[in-house]
């Protein structure tokens, strides 16, 4: 059972344009949820997170969107840089677990095309 | 300040033979979690140390087990290796409490044979 999901396995966008990437989750008990992104032959790095207490977290190009009544995160990327081409991981974690599990998507690849 | 490392970056086992892999967690870290990544299911959670204590484990088999160390560091142990070992192992460390990012290792590229 995918509690987390990222329905899109890949996604191309020219340079400069936005990249729109989305995850959706089935537990209600999710309250944090993060963005991590990887390169091959590296581990993922934090990009961005938000709590479920907010609906939009912004750092510089990257912004983060939550819909909780939908269960469905976005992140927007604008403006589109080559160097941003790789794998973009969600994940989430409840809090009320009491301890530091993510769950992770499967990932979007992302191209961005010069 | 160093970020996690994890060691071995890479390692080829044979079928049944057993594998430790090594994590030391930013200094400071003292929560440490392991995940596996595999081609087309993303990265799943095997499990999460505090203070050398498993706070949390995955849906994996008994032959993947770990234990964590009074300074944090962490290793993980699978026995009896299965083909569909063979995985990105990853490690990541945070601060604790909760609401804060974990921070990756490299991985280490386990290939069973």
């Known amino acids: 059972d995918q509690q987390v999901k990222q329905n899109s396995p890949s996604l191309s966008v020219q340079e400069g344009r936005i990249s729109i990437l989305n995850c959706d989750y089935t537990?209600?008990?999710?309250?944090?949820f993060l963005w991590y992104k990887k390169y091959p032959a590296e581990g993922p790095t934090f990009l961005i997170s938000i709590s479920s207490i907010k609906d939009k977290n912004e750092d510089g190009r990257f912004t983060v969107f939550l819909n909780k009544s939908a269960k469905h995160l976005s992140l927007h990327i604008v403006p589109s840089q080559p160097g941003d081409s790789a794998v973009y991981f969600c994940?989430?974690?409840?809090?009320?677990?009491?301890?530091?599990?993510?769950?992770f998507g499967t990932g979007t690849r992302l191209k961005v095309l010069a | 300040k160093a970020g996690v490392t994890q060691t071995p970056r890479y390692l080829i086992k044979t079928r049944g033979q057993q594998v430790t892999l090594s994590c030391s967690p930013i200094s400071g870290h003292r929560s440490v979690s392991w995940y596996q990544q595999t081609p087309g299911q993303g990265l799943q959670f095997l499990f999460e140390y505090f203070s050398e204590t498993q706070r949390n484990k995955g849906n994996f088999p008994g032959r993947f087990s770990g234990r964590q160390f009074s300074n944090s560091r962490s290793e993980m142990n699978v026995s009896t290796l299965e083909l569909g070992d063979s995985a990105l192992y990853l490690c990541?460390?945070?601060?604790?409490?909760?609401?804060?990012?974990?921070?990756f290792g490299q991985g280490t590229r386990l290939t069973v044979v």
């Open positions: 994940a989430a974690s409840a809090s009320a677990s009491g301890t530091y599990k993510y769950i």
């Open positions: 990541a460390s945070s601060l604790d409490p909760l609401g804060t990012e974990a921070f």
């Open positions: 537990n209600s008990m999710f309250d944090y």
